[in-house]
């Protein structure tokens, strides 16, 4: 059996088991600082007041984002699960209000060059998310790399952070330009939803989107939707000086309001199957997949 065949294998019968698949959404941007790990972590908590069991996995391997916001620090990461043999519950760091967090570490990027065993090993472990989570969310690094470029192609369900500024609007067209020209990538099986952040008002946020929008349907013909805009707001400034998230210390604030309404659009469209279909066991053989 060569490693193609395995890895078919082991799509078919994540496919054919009836073990629910968690909805998986990859947050991303172009330029960095832009305020994806924010996003993420109130997302999260906004999910958690839902009722839903959530999983953030921090794909950035340079930085240590989410454990930073949470004040929380993982014994383990990803390349333990890979090199270790530590199991998919000993490398999930539990952050507040059981929010569990995965540390991707130097683990994201040995990914490109895992033998067979390693990726059987990875993939039915990831797959097993499935079962403890009902929303994984991936916060990547920034930019336009190639581990980046090979998280978005495989996901469902894309975030893209941007702000009025002219560089994030600019890195935003570049990565999608650069997503655009991937082999790997299917507009058909990846949705982009803008996330306008640090705008002045509701209508700054609109206008951010329609300006992408704009470039991006003329010149690259891929579908984008306005699914949040977030003020700028000094109350989660202060919160991520608490290393605190905004929805958890202020709830009031103008920032977590608007936290909650993303997530409440978000889940106006959580029905929609395709979110669900191939969970984050689909996900990681798409991605190892997209390799061979
Ligand atoms: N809505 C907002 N209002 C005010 N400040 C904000 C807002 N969103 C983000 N920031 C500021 O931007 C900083 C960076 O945010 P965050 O760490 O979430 O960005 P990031 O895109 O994850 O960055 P990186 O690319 O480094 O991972 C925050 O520490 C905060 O100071
Ligand atoms: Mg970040």
Same mark, same amino acid.
Do not use: C, W
């Given at each position: ?74 014994? =383990? ?104 020209? =991937? ?50 707001? =000094? ?40 979110? =669900? ?16």
């Amino acid at each position: 059996m060569d490693q193609a065949e395995g890895l078919r294998n082991i799509i078919k019968n994540s496919a054919l088991s009836s073990r629910p698949a968690a909805r998986v959404i990859t947050v991303t941007s172009g330029k960095g600082g832009v305020g994806k790990s924010n996003v993420s972590i109130n997302l999260a908590v906004q999910f958690r007041r839902m009722g839903k069991k959530v999983i953030i996995f921090d794909a950035d391997f340079g930085m240590a984002n989410i454990e930073v916001m949470f004040g929380a620090i993982p014994k =383990h990461n990803l390349a333990d699960l890979i090199y270790q043999g530590k199991n998919i519950r000993e490398i999930i760091t539990m952050g507040p209000m059981d929010i569990g967090f995965i540390s991707g570490g130097s683990g994201i990027a040995s990914l490109s060059n895992l033998g067979k065993d390693y990726i059987d090993y990875l993939v039915q472990n990831l797959g097993e998310l499935d079962l403890l989570a009902d929303v994984i969310i991936i916060d990547t690094g920034a930019g336009i790399s190639d581990a980046v470029l090979e998280f978005l192609v495989a996901s469902p369900e894309v975030l893209l952070v941007t702000t009025p500024e002219p560089t994030s609007i600019t890195d935003s067209y570049s990565l999608l330009k650069a997503l655009n020209r =991937h082999p790997s990538f299917d507009r058909e099986n990846t949705t982009i939803k803008v996330v306008a952040n640090k705008v002045g008002d509701f209508e700054e946020g609109r206008a951010l989107y329609t300006k992408i929008n704009a470039v991006v349907n003329r010149y690259l013909k891929i579908p984008l939707y306005l699914v949040g805009v977030i003020p700028e707001d =000094h109350e989660l400034v202060k919160a991520v000086m608490q290393q605190m998230p905004i929805s958890i210390s202020n709830p009031n604030s103008r920032s977590a309001q608007a936290f909650t309404d993303l997530a409440t659009a978000l889940e106006t469209n959580a029905k929609d199957p395709v979110y =669900h279909k191939r969970g984050m066991s689909g996900f990681f053989s798409s991605m190892i997949r997209g390799r061979q």
